[in-house]
């Protein structure tokens, strides 16, 4: 059937189709950088990092943009609350957005423009807005005209009157309706300011997208991302100002995440709530965190809780374990497997075997699940199943006995192939995970395996109630004991 994607615009999942053949411009909105990155900020780069990397898998040359907002209200408050300047603040919080998007694997961003860099796009952007009769200066400022853009609102689905009932709007005398938004903000003592033919100011905020992506991008781009709770006023007034300005669409699919929940409220800084993600990942590995975001559709709210991460953690210790048997198996590792980067049919010298006709099957779901909106959720759901399956099948062929046929253990890695393959979509195990502090210490090793060592000999001896204390206690310590051909192994959960 092809890519289905949801379009906000018309409510429905459509045939996925881009201006230029096999090429998609795909433009995400970025942070206004006046704190420390929270894991809500994270939410829209990991989820459409996914979305290209599955893009990208089918064949298409994606540039993905995402902006950096170094000029708002609150990076001016923010700049005075610590006595700094807006665009020490701006660098200092861009370096440590970049930073956790680095942790978290969001390695697809072609480019992150900063809005200060185009004031002079915006400029340009707001005199044809004034020309064409949509925008109008008011006393240092410029304002968008709602009532000349006869579909405003048809992002939101409701009428201007409505979107003002239920949003808080500006109030100013300089304005014609309550619902015009500022293109340009005259200046005022101390704050950051650029000269313009309307005098000196700074841009509004949601001009600021339109003249990057459009600069950037193209008058009309392919996938225009963000947050559901961007969608009104900021995506409404930028797709109002673009296509007023160039007289063509300004994205042909409006794609809006769900938002991160703590409880029954969403995190945000104006709650309250929020988890910078510097602390949070001395709790919680990136995997983990990364897992938890792609855990649900996009467009379903993420539960965060802690313990949520924690179960998460506990699945993703099944997939570590499944990585050292593999090298136990194959003395490869499973991290420097190299699958495909891009779709083809699935090919297997041993296509009757029973592992490679349940894997070609999940492969096979694992893609319908991407093709239906990016639904990563189900799709790493299918990687659980496969996970099962591949073990399953190292359990039944004892794999680890040393007596493997060359034709199991082929079939084995044909299907852990799939694995890497369909994890690299997602963006997870491109790396063997960190081991915890003191798992190699030689003084812990040797205490281990004397412990190792006393509960064989109890269990030799009979004495199977020592056997279990001893793996029991060291439950209690957050030790897990793992009994294979060959001899037991354990590990810091």
């Known amino acids: 059937m092809g890519l289905r994607v949801y379009n906000t615009l018309t409510r429905q999942k459509e045939a996925f189709e881009t201006i230029t053949p096999n090429k998609v411009n795909m433009y995400l909105c970025g942070p206004t950088v006046y704190k420390p990155s929270h894991i809500g900020h994270m939410v829209g780069p990991v989820i459409f990092d996914a979305v290209k990397r599955y893009l990208t898998y089918l064949g298409y040359q994606v540039t993905w943009v995402v902006n950096i907002t170094d000029v708002d209200d609150k990076l001016i408050v923010r700049a005075k609350e ?34 200060t ?30 009532a000349k853009d006869t579909d405003y609102g048809k992002l939101c689905h409701r009428d201007p009157e409505q979107l003002e009932a239920g949003a808080r709007i500006e109030i100013s005398e300089r304005k014609r309706n309550p619902g015009d938004f500022a293109l340009w903000k005259s200046a005022k003592p101390g704050e950051p300011q650029w000269d313009s033919p309307w005098g000196p100011g700074r841009p509004g905020w949601h001009i600021e997208c339109s003249a990057m992506s459009m600069q950037l991008l193209g008058k009309t781009l392919d996938i225009h991302g963000g947050g559901l709770d961007l969608q009104f006023p900021h995506h409404e007034n930028e797709l109002a100002q673009s296509e007023s300005f160039s007289d063509q669409p300004f994205s042909r699919y409006w794609m809006h995440n769900g938002l991160l929940k703590m409880g029954s409220a969403k995190m945000a ?9 510097v602390d949070l990942l001395r709790k919680h590995s990136a995997e983990t965190v990364r897992f938890l975001l792609l855990s649900t559709h996009y467009r379903s709210p993420i539960e965060y809780s802690d313990d949520r991460l924690t179960e998460i953690r506990r699945a993703l210790d099944g997939f570590y ?65 496969l996970l099962s399956n591949l073990n399953r099948f190292a359990d039944k062929k004892q794999l680890e006995g040393g007596a493997a046929s060359a034709s199991d253990l082929r079939v084995f890695e044909r299907g852990s192939l799939v694995l890497k393959e369909l994890s690299q979509m997602i963006g997870v195990f491109q ?36 056997g279990d204390q001893i793996r029991n206690r060291l439950k209690e310590l957050s030790v897990t004991l793992e009994d294979r051909q060959g001899g037991t192994l354990w590990r810091v959960e």
């Not at 006595?83 to 998007?101: H, I, P, R």
């Not at 800084?269 to 993600?277: A, D, E, I, P, Q």
């Open 82 to 115: 610590l006595g700094t300047t807006v665009k020490e603040l701006a660098e200092k919080m861009t370096q440590d957005y970049v930073a956790n998007l680095g942790k978290l694997n969001v390695t697809g961003i072609d480019q992150m423009p900063r809005a």
């Open 117 to 146: 860099e185009y004031i002079g796009n915006m400029i340009g952007i707001i005199g044809g807005l004034i020309e064409k009769g949509y925008a109008y200066p008011s006393a240092g400022d410029v304002y968008f005209d709602i």
């Open 431 to 466: 790396t063997a995970p960190e081991k915890k502090d003191g798992g190699d210490n030689e003084l812990l090793a040797g205490l281990m395996q004397l412990l190792i060592d006393l509960r064989a000999q109890a269990r030799k001896d009979k004495n199977f109630a020592m």
């Open 269 to 277: 800084g104006s709650v309250g709530n929020v988890v910078n993600v």
């Open 321 to 385: 374990r499944f990585f050292e048997r593999f090298e136990r198996i194959t003395k490869s590792s499973f991290h420097a497997l190299k699958a495909p980067a891009i779709r083809k049919a699935f090919e297997s010298e041993d296509p009757s075997a029973e592992l490679i006709l349940e894997v070609t099957r999940l492969w096979e779901q694992f893609l319908e699940h991407m093709d239906d909106d990016f639904n990563t959720g189900g799709a790493i759901g299918i990687l659980y199943e």
